[in-house]
């Protein structure tokens, strides 16, 4: 509840509440609040492939209150045929309900899943929801690019996440472009990444490289957060018991042993090949 009236009115809000603490009910609420009101007729999912079914499947019916008239419809990126075409059409046919599409998020990596979502944005007044909103996290991915494309067409924006940061601060760029590119005061990766992080330039093979080994001002960051965000973690509302932790040695291989050890001091390390980074030295 407290979740709710903090976002119900709000154009951009994250929900960043741990798994099994009711964010997609509070999503799903929040949606009805403002469907109610007329402020909305769409609404567009969009989750992970391995997440996203359960919204069509499970939250939808057990979540939205029944008295909402609503037409879901579930996109199927390997489906051409002619019945799912007119399943799909049956979206932007006239009338009272709520309209409500499910996308992957993959299927954004491509051309004809976004250009779908743009055709169904510009046919209703649409809040997008981003559920496990670290799959946007990278600003240089095609799926990014093309999402925060379509944030432009929405009346109002939603993430929805347990874990907004999940290798460093730099995760949370992403996620809030697309609810609104000022909530940070930060259009720009490169002058974000300046503000909160310490960049190292190295050599690596004659060439020099940034490698981001530290942070900095994290408490302004997150005052930033606070005003458009609910934090919400399953200690503060389950009853719930500790969890037990269970050690396990692994006997390193001396390959592995000299990678490990060159990962900890320079935070870059070579496998396959391949340049293997981390934020931070690693600690024994």
Not at 12 to 21: I, L, P, S, V, W
Not at 182 to 196: C, D, I, K
Not at 200 to 209: A, D, P, S, T
Not at 222 to 244: A, G, N, Q, V, Y
Request: some cysteine; charged content about 25%.
């Amino acid at each position: 509840m407290d979740a709710l009236v903090d976002s119900w009115d709000k154009e951009n809000f994250a929900y960043f509440m741990e798994m099994g603490t009711g964010k997609s009910k509070v999503l799903l609420d929040n949606a009805a609040v403002l469907y109610d009101r007329g402020l909305i007729n769409g609404l567009l999912l969009i989750a992970p492939k391995g997440v996203y079914k359960n919204w069509f499947d499970s939250e939808i019916p057990v979540h939205l209150p029944d008295h909402i008239h609503k037409k879901v419809v579930l996109w199927k990126t390997s489906d051409k045929s002619k019945k799912q075409k007119e399943i799909l059409n049956t979206l932007f046919k006239t009338g009272t309900d709520l309209h409500i599409l499910i996308m992957n998020v993959e299927t954004f990596s491509t051309g004809d899943g976004t250009a779908f979502a743009q055709k169904f944005l510009s046919c209703h007044k649409t809040m997008i929801a981003i559920d496990e909103s670290t799959t946007i996290k990278t600003p240089t991915s095609n799926r990014t690019k093309n999402i925060l494309k379509l944030s432009d067409d929405a009346k109002y924006r939603r993430i929805l996440t347990g874990s907004p940061v999940t290798k460093s601060p730099l995760d949370l760029y992403s996620q809030c472009l697309f609810l609104d590119p000022w909530l940070l005061g930060h259009q720009s990766y490169y002058t974000f990444r300046a503000r909160y992080s310490i960049v190292k330039k190295i050599q690596v093979n004659g060439r020099h490289i940034e490698v981001v080994v530290g942070y900095k001002n994290l408490g302004e960051l997150s005052d930033k957060i606070k005003p458009f965000s609910k934090r919400i973690l399953k200690e503060d509302c389950l009853d719930l018991p500790e969890k037990t932790f269970v050690k396990h040695y692994v006997e390193l291989t001396k390959e592995q042993q000299k990678v490990y050890n060159q990962m900890k001091q320079e935070a870059i390390a070579f496998l396959d090949g391949k340049m293997q980074s981390s934020a931070t030295v690693m600690n024994q």
